[in-house]
């Protein structure tokens, strides 16, 4: 369904990459003007929820690094601790069932 072309996602489409690519342009254009009058490139105000999310992102990578440096130190090794595991053994195939034969067509003539 998500592929249907129909005229309301087309003008919806249409009007979308006009927002879009109208506002790639005023920002590129206040860019630019910011460099040409010497104030370099300003990576504008810092978001709270971002700050957030990224100290969430680098403790969550320093608790990964915490319990591989201590599964290390336990003696885990680099190699894989699966125990006594066993893969199951393949089964047989099953032989597939021949297909039935088709009846004979009766005699067309019939008088």
């Known amino acids: 369904m998500s592929g249907e072309r129909s005229p309301r996602n087309a003008i919806a489409m249409t009007i ?3 927002y879009v690519r109208r506002l790639i342009r005023k ?3 206040a860019a630019v003007a910011g460099i040409v009058a010497g104030e370099g490139l300003s990576l504008g105000k810092r978001q709270p929820k971002r700050q957030v999310l990224r100290w969430l992102f680098v403790a ?3 608790a990964g690094a915490g319990v591989v440096w201590w599964r290390r130190r336990q003696g885990g090794g680099g ?3 699966w125990g006594d595991w066993q893969p199951l053994a393949p089964e047989p195939p099953v032989p597939a069932e021949p297909a039935p034969a088709p009846e004979p067509l009766r005699d067309p003539v019939a008088t």
């Open 60 to 62: 969550g990578l320093a």
């Open 16 to 18: 979308t990459w006009w």
């Open 27 to 29: 920002r590129g254009a």
């Open 79 to 81: 190699g894989d601790d």
